[in-house]
């Protein structure tokens, strides 16, 4: 089943539970963590982590030049939910376990049907402007998860993965605002980064089955869903009935042609994946890829996407500009829903 997650279009409100700690509460000492190793950082009380009060221009400008640099990914460390405080966004109807087995982190609903509860659980000793995050998720079908950056009283961004028709691998950012009750609106501003995108070099179909041809290995199975777009667009959702070989599959259909160009994209459920988010002033870029890629770049025009924060939310608002709490983002956690998490980062910027 495909659905799309009500908050994700921004209508109707959903009740949430409390807000953010008090900033007040953070201990002057902080850590800024990155793959999960600490180096201990020494801040006067108020002091930000991070930048503050730039202009949008400004802030546009130095988005597109923070250097890329790739981490090699972590695997192995030892996950510590203790390390996380949980910040509820809605409404909290069932209950989560948390378990934790070498480095895999795991949040399950075990209370009953859900389909409104989401929550962070953020760093305890992490405040951030600017900030890069990665992670790698597992998840079932109808979980959902993310990052939430710069958390603070009832504001948050977050870059999340949503559930769409021929889209299923979709990272959604937006702001979200909460009450202490209600989740009010979400802002999302979808940015088409869709499943995991690789090439075509051609197709042809033969009236009963359609051969497509990728120039390098596309790592599809049979019975993987895939969604052809721009030149192949009319070859449709497809679900792979044979793979010949590294660089080629096939798929039932009565079309008659042949294609050269265009983007096939794996529609993916609840594969593993590894996704990473930076929020630079007023930009966030997000990109995703499977384990066994290569880590893209953030300018890679396939596997990234980049939005705008926008001047004032629907409820009149200012998005969050300044520094808050980084984590992760559990959400539509029913009774047996899970989401897994590994390979946690989280780096400031500046």
């Known amino acids: ?35 999960g190793a600490a180096a201990a950082l020494t801040v006067g009380a108020g002091l930000a982590i991070g930048r503050t009060g730039t202009p949008r221009a400004e802030a546009g400008l130095r988005a597109l030049t923070v250097a890329d ?21 809605s409404l909290i109807d069932n209950k989560v376990r948390l378990d934790a087995a070498g480095g895999v982190g795991t949040a399950t609903g075990v209370g009953g049907p859900s389909a409104n509860d989401r929550r962070f659980y953020v760093l305890r000793d992490l405040e951030a402007s600017d900030v890069e995050v990665a992670a790698e998720f597992s998840s079932t079908a109808m979980a959902q998860f993310g990052f939430a950056l710069r958390v603070q009283p009832g504001r948050a961004v977050v870059a999340w993965h949503n559930i769409y028709y021929a889209a299923n691998a979709n990272l959604i950012q937006g702001v979200w605002e909460y009450d202490g009750r209600d989740l009010l609106s979400t802002n999302q501003q979808g940015a088409l980064l869709r499943g995991f995108a690789q090439p075509v070099q051609s197709a042809v179909g033969d009236g009963t089955t359609v051969t497509v041809t990728t120039p390098g290995a596309h790592r599809l199975s049979g019975g993987d869903v895939v969604v052809h777009e721009a030149e192949v667009a009319e070859l449709g959702q497809a679900q792979i009935h044979t793979v010949p070989g590294p660089t080629s599959y096939t798929f039932a259909s009565d079309l008659q042609g042949s294609w050269t160009g265009g983007v096939t994209r794996r529609v993916s459920l609840h594969d593993r994946r590894r996704a990473a988010v930076r929020l630079v002033g007023t930009q966030v870029t997000f990109k995703q890829w499977l384990p066994g890629e290569l880590e893209p770049a953030w300018d890679d025009p396939l596997r990234t996407a980049t939005n705008v924060l926008p001047d004032a939310l629907p409820s009149g608002a200012a998005p969050p500009v300044g520094p808050g709490s980084v984590g992760i983002l559990a959400s539509h956690l029913g009774d047996g829903e899970h989401v897994e998490v590994t390979g946690f980062r989280a780096t400031p910027l500046g």
């Open 1 to 35: 089943m495909h659905r799309r997650d009500p908050a994700a279009s921004g209508a109707g409100a959903e009740p949430a539970g409390r807000a953010a700690d008090d900033p007040a509460a953070l201990s002057r000492r902080r850590f800024l963590v990155a793959g």
């Open 69 to 89: 640099r790739h981490q090699a990914w972590r695997q192995g460390e030892p996950w510590r939910w203790s390390r996380f405080r949980e910040v509820p966004v």
